[in-house]
């Protein structure tokens, strides 16, 4: 996916003005983050559960080395073959290799974040191989010719009126605006596809070193046939993602679904030991795991290590009050919200993701939401410190400017429950002009937008709007 | 270059500073993480039942071998059953459980898809209504099953159709994951290490895709019944 971070002002205006697209992520994160809060309190001892899931990841990170060494040896001695790849060119090579020696054609994969930020199917479609998405959100994003724009929800940023269209227009769905016919509709559509494919692909949550285990979590049950019917089996998976033990598994594979999608556990937690054994009946008979450096070892052996504690699910997206405003697209890569603001810049330089640390108000509820308390807000702001210390000197005294233009209006605004420019653009739609004083009253919205302003404070507008700022401030400067 | 890559990562991993040094130690003892404070069996069950609820599944509670047979076949009845993709018997806690299919001119296909017959085994198998097989284990708090693979228990079966129904033996049902691994811990993780997959499955197939609307069933069975036999 081509990174995009730096013009992250620009596209979190755009996405402020997007009526619809506001009202679906305010919605999604909304009631994820209200189970999430459910699950948590129903745990007596949730804090010690997070510190006990924090400290097997931190444990992992320091022995990750002879963790990954042992996860080769026991992926090994189960059969399976294991591949290490220092770039995304070097993991996409690995994989097409794969696919040439067992002259696969047609792949079908679950989801996983890995796959995205190798950018692998655009590596596969040039060379000719087919790859299907097999997760009805990521099938949405595959169909649309989109990105995901949350860590476990793909298409959050959709209406059930945009995914009918899609689905009417692209796959010749017949009309019909029901989720559940049109969840039908694809579930033929896919069948066929899993008997048919020479190959299935999936991610991985977890890595268990001392077994080898690659362990995937999907709750439609597409990882789980991806991965049993198909004959070859390949897992691309970051380094980060290892544990050392069962018993850490089993406490981090309960914190994820809980933190993620407020559930006590994945439907599907599907665990993959090397191929099939002689005896079994089915399952793939090869089995191939790609282990993804693409920059890991660099914040490894730096300030940020704790990133790489993260277990990716999402929560700290959900409380976000810079992502709950403008949905994942706008940080302009993979991985967007809190800990996307961090690792973005980490794997791309962070001069390629200047404004990601600076879209944040520091307000804390990530590192509060997080499974695995990780500092988010701490590695915000050192990465701003950073970005100040950057060498070129040219690039010093800009992006001091820059800075200090962003201590102002937007990402003031922004990372409140503020939502100034929102009412603006509201009040716009309702016919106001802009820059009208309206009060929060004033801004009690009719249907279809009366839902939408319920739930939220409707400060009045800012004195000036958005866009004088930015054509004053920023235009051009940044590109 | 997969040697030298290897080499390269590694290499630079060993050659950072360790991070978290003080990264607290592995605990000797573990916090669970549900609570369930009556480990009774009874309470195990009516736990386990309740979850499955609260999953969409189904629970169905009987006495004996005849009872589970009743039931498996009334249920398979009720799905209009003419095909069945099932574990081998013997890994199926019902006695006689096969031939009162069979008598019911059920088709059974077991999920055999490393022979030459793999495409007409998943032609067929695609037409299956119900995946019937057994499981490891149960967990109460989560409501999940427990499965690990191996001969005559294939992973097709409980994924493949649009319904799932397993059998399990009341004893079966551990009170929480947890439980399940410290099993797994007592026999030095050997199940694991010998087996190509393990798999939890909490309830039916969903999604919530489409505007957080819950659906059942996306590419999974949307209905999973559990038959729990006393004993
Ligand atoms: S940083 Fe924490 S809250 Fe955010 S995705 Fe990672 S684990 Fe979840």
Known sequence: ?479 | MTASSREYILGKLRAAQRPFPDAPPRPSSYLTVTVQQDETPEALLARFRTEMTNLKGESFVVEDDEAARDQVMALLESHQTRRILAWDFAHIPVAGLEAAIKAAGIEIIPPETHDEFRAETLAAAEGAQVGLTGADAAAATTGTLCFTTGPGRGRIPTILPPVHLAVIRQSQIVPRLEAWVAGLRAEGLDAIRRRANFCFITGPSRTGDIEMELILGVHGPGQVQVIIKRG
């Open chain 1, 1 to 479: 996916m081509d990174l995009k971070a730096n013009q992250f002002d620009h596209s979190a205006v755009i996405a402020l003005e997007d009526i619809q697209l506001r009202k679906a992520v305010g919605h999604a994160t909304n009631l994820a983050d209200s189970r999430r809060r459910a699950m948590m309190a129903e745990l007596p001892q949730a804090q010690a559960l997070r510190q006990q899931g924090r400290g097997a990841k931190l444990r992992a990170l320091h022995d990750l080395p002879e963790l990954l060494e042992k996860m080769e040896r026991s992926v090994t001695a189960a059969g399976g073959h294991v591949l290490w790849a220092v770039d995304a060119a070097e993991a996409n090579r690995h994989i097409i290799d794969i696919c040439k020696r067992h002259n696969l054609k047609r792949g079908i994969k679950s989801k996983s974040m890995a796959t995205e930020e190798i950018a692998m199917l655009d590596a596969l479609a040039a060379e000719g191989i087919e790859m299907l998405e097999s997760d009805l959100g990521e099938y949405i994003v595959q169909v649309a010719d989109d990105h995901p724009s949350h860590i476990v929800m793909p298409v959050m940023h959709m209406s059930k009126g945009q995914v009918r269209d899609l689905f009417i227009d692209k796959l010749a769905m017949p009309y019909t605006d029901d989720a559940g016919e049109m969840t039908a509709f694809i579930r033929r559509h896919l069948r066929q596809k899993y008997i048919e494919a020479d190959f299935g692909m999936s991610g991985g949550n977890f890595m268990i070193a001392e077994t080898g285990t690659v362990v995937i979590v999907t709750n439609e049950g597409n990882g789980r046939l991806s991965t049993s019917i198909p004959r070859v089996h390949i897992a691309v998976v970051g380094i980060e993602k290892i544990v050392p033990t069962w018993e850490d598994f089993a406490t981090l594979i309960q914190l994820l679904p809980r933190s993620g999608t407020g559930q006590r556990l994945t439907v599907y937690v599907n665990g993959f030991t090397g191929p099939a054994r002689p005896g079994e009946p089915d399952g793939p008979e090869e089995f191939y795991l790609v282990l993804v450096d693409n920059g890991r070892s660099d914040i490894y052996a730096g300030e940020y290590a704790e990133a790489l504690a993260c277990i990716r699910c999402g929560a700290c997206q959900n409380v976000c009050p810079v992502y709950k405003q403008v949905g994942g697209h706008a940080y302009g890569w993979v991985y967007g919200g809190p800990i996307g603001s961090i690792v973005t810049p980490l794997l791309n330089g962070i001069e390629n993701a200047a404004p990601l640390p600076f879209a944040s108000s520091l307000c804390g509820a990530c590192k509060q939401a997080c499974p695995v308390d990780i500092d988010i807000p701490d590695m915000l702001l050192r990465l701003r410190h950073d970005l100040q210390s950057v060498q070129d000197p040219f690039w010093q005294v800009s992006m001091k400017a820059y800075g200090f233009a962003f201590s102002s209006p937007l990402l003031f605004e922004l990372g409140g429950k503020a939502a100034s420019l929102a009412s603006r653009a509201a009040a716009t739609l309702l016919g106001g002009e802009p820059g009208e004083d309206l009060s929060a009253e004033d801004l009690n919205l009719p249907y279809p937008l009366g839902g939408w302003t319920q739930n939220r404070d409707f400060p009045p507008f800012a004195e000036r709007s958005f866009h004088d700022w930015w054509r004053d401030n920023r235009e051009g400067r940044i590109s």
